[in-house]
């Protein structure tokens, strides 16, 4: 297959799709259900019909575009990635996923026509959290996993509801189809790396082996608020103190163990927070992620034991709350593979990776058999307005979908 470089349309199309939501303030900001994100919506349906693709939503705002087979018994291979963003994020982080579907369908369509097998692309509503705190609604509408019972009382910062900011978009009062699906053979998400890897080794393309583990706490110090001027040191119970050992005692062992493990205290309260007083209580955050469950797990278990220990020494009362343990994800090995060979007939080098970050592949991962695909992201940056991805490997991700998909939907035999 000869597929040509696509470059100069790969950029037009997401500088495109990044002026919906364009932020005065620089950036892009798509939330959810919000004027900006229907516009981009509606641009994306246009543009998919542009492009000879059947198009429709389903009831959590999900927009599908089709490329349908001739056999209407045929299961569907699946692209995309999310349409929301954080605020004021970049113009590469989700929508190019959506790009390059689009790019890939249309190529596909006037190339070869209908497909033995449907090929569909999908803008998911929302993955990020950034309105509403809840993440991946578009995804897990798809798995059936979404928290119903969640979206009854979460609101945004403005106080509006979830339910009824959906049903101001239109969404969720039953004029669409039920977003869950059962006919999907595989998904595939092709999404910048949000990290500096594929960059410093001058790699085009990330094959996402697991999308790792993380787990993440709230560590609280309970110590006695005293005179910062007539307590001796040795008589304090200092919770800020001891904090600070805990953080510095695992941040020193995260160094130990090394890569893949991350280990980050982003961020740390104290009590009462007076220059003169002594902190009676300090509370810091700890979000700990490993590619491999024992691992994580083995981590997690002897930080808590350090923070006991330190505790202790320090006439402190610990309290931990475990607040997420999201396991490691497996993505599909025999997709990897293909993906692997696809590389290597386009003369691409590539290399096998966890992702570090979260990804709706993940969440169609536990139903189907998923796979994630990343390009390069210039210094690593994301969820920033100076998000980057050079234009040739954006180009090279897409050609390397166009030829999977190929294979996938076109190749009978492929499974
Ligand atoms: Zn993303």
Known sequence: MNIPVLQQQVEEWVHWLAAYGADPAGGVTRLLYTASWAEAQQALEQKMKE?????????????????ASADAEEGTILTGSHVDTVKRGGKYDGAFGIVAGLLALRYLKENYGPPARNIEMVSLCEEE??????TFWGSTNITGTAPFHKIKQIRDEKGISFVEAMNEAGFGLGRYRNPRREDIVSFIELHIEQGAILERESIPIGIVEQIVGQKRYSISCIGEANHAGTTPMAWRADALRGASEMIVAIMDAADRVGAPLVATAGKIEAEPNVSNVIPNKTTFTLDIRHPQ???LDAFCEASIAACDTIARNRGLRLQVEKQLDARPIDMDAALARRIEAICREQGLSYKRMPSGAGHDAQIMAGQYPSSLIFVPSHRGLSHHPAEYTAEKDLAAGVRVLIQLLYELGYEKEAK
């Open 51 to 67: 492009n000879g693709l059947d198009t429709y939503y389903d009831e959590a705002g999900n927009l599908y575009g089709r490329l």
């Open 293 to 295: 469950g024992d691992a």
């Open 129 to 134: 959290g950034s309105r509403f705190p809840l």
